[in-house]
């Protein structure tokens, strides 16, 4: 199936995508709040890639020049508040849990941009109140820079369930894994076990959202034991990956 490149939309406004469909590279005076109520999301910018299901949200700060992508068919919610709103006091990307209440009023609140009512007011307002409470998520996959980061970050992109360890990809690269553990730490601040465990993760959204199995996924992305993949999934989106194929 070949992709559709969208033009940009507002900052505020409701779009359904289908599966790979991809929002040009733009910015916005306001800053964001990117939610797929159904489907996957990521959004890329030249720091790395942020991806969230149903149950997370992506913000995205005034002037941050980003691009979309949907993995399985998205219904896509943008809200835009002003960049001088910024609730969550965030100057980069960032992934935010959600829950019942804030999904509801991102739907409910995106339903007819053009609205200017009192009541859509007091509905922004409770919006508001309930993204300020809202937990930061660790679900980010930052960009490398160094040519041998590349590389090595490279090999795992084209197989996550390459199970080498870093000394022998180092090998692959011409670097030692000494040099490489301090260039995960400096530039992408995490450790190499937690990027590939990020990286893993990333692509087993992106799995589920075209249903695949969730053993398949498993076994695809380097868990020993559809088990064990699912406890990881569970404690970083807080249930299970048999509920992202649910819908």
Known sequence: MSKIRHAPVAATA????????????????????????????SVTTDQGRWIAPA??????PAG???EHRAYGRTDLHMVGLPAGDNPLRLDAPAVLAVGPLLRELIIAYT???????????RLRAVLLDQLRQSPREPVRLPTPRDPRLVAVCALL??????????????GRVGASDRT???????ELGMT????RTQLRLHRALILLADRTPVTTVAHRCGWSTASAFIDTFRATFGHTPGRSLEG
Not at 55 to 60: G, S, Y
Not at 192 to 195: D, E, G, K, V
């Open 111 to 121: 339903r007819d941009p053009e609205d200017t009512s009192a009541e859509r007011r």
């Open 55 to 60: 149950t997370r949200a992506i913000w995205v």
């Open 157 to 170: 992109h084209a197989d996550p369930a390459d199970p080498r360890p870093l000394a022998e990809l180092g």
């Open 14 to 41: 409701l779009r359904t995508l289908a599966a790979g469909d991809e929002i040009d590279a733009h910015r916005h005076d306001d800053n964001q709040i990117v939610y797929a109520a159904r489907g996957v999301l």
């Open 192 to 195: 190499f076990p937690q990027w």
């Open 180 to 186: 490489l553990s301090r260039l995960f730490r400096a």
């Open 64 to 66: 941050a020049v980003h």
